[in-house]
């Protein structure tokens, strides 16, 4: 059985390495300072993965001093400054259509959906498409949930994404971007 804190995580080292090409050539075009890494693109995962279950009316409570907001684990896996530099700098594509057709004439719900309602990601970009990306997140959460329930114990939803999330953070490794 596997404790808390001890699951085991293998991210697609290619996706990983494109989200943060493409977040960096975008911050250079911008003429913006600060390049991102791929563990501080683990980490900013992991802080939008936790939004899910563990939501503030505004993100960056989650780095504020207030005994009512402030997260320990948020606050020492990445600052808050980095955080909003990824989410200043994600990629900017144009919307396709086939995706607004969707959002127009989608209709109904299934299990998935509904599984994925539960602790959907609460924080919000501006970007037309972070909530796709999001969306992506939490599907790949539920995936996660659904397929590893055979192999172990009968965890929950909420457990498994605990589970996860708090185990990217706690496997930071800060690195020379030690800003508010």
């Known amino acids: 059985m596997t404790s808390d804190y001890e699951v085991p995580l293998k991210p697609d080292e290619e996706i990983l390495n494109m989200m943060v090409t493409y977040i960096n050539q975008y911050a250079a ?22 939004s899910g279950y563990v939501v503030v009316p505004r993100r960056r409570m989650y780095w504020q001093g207030k005994q009512d907001s402030h ?10 400054d ?3 530099f990824i989410m200043m700098n994600w990629i900017a594509v144009p919307q396709p259509r086939l995706s607004e ?17 539960l602790y959907r990601t609460s924080i919000r970009g501006k970007k037309w498409y972070f909530p ?4 992506l997140l939490d599907v790949a959460e539920q995936n996660a949930c659904l397929l ?12 498994l994404q605990r589970r996860v999330a708090t185990a990217i953070l706690k496997s930071n490794k800060r690195g020379s971007h030690q800003q508010r």
Request: hydrophobic share 35%.
């Open 132 to 135: 796709i990306i999001a969306h």
């Open 101 to 117: 057709s969707y959002n127009n004439h989608m209709g109904g719900i299934d299990r998935g959906d509904q599984n994925v309602s």
């Open 148 to 159: 590893h329930r055979p192999n172990e114990e009968n965890i929950d939803h909420l457990s």
């Open 82 to 84: 980095r955080f909003d």
């Open 29 to 50: 075009k911008k003429n913006r300072v600060g390049d991102c890494s791929e563990n501080e693109m683990m980490m900013f995962l992991a802080v939008v993965l936790l």
């Open 71 to 80: 997260n320990e684990l948020v606050s020492k896996a990445i600052s808050r």
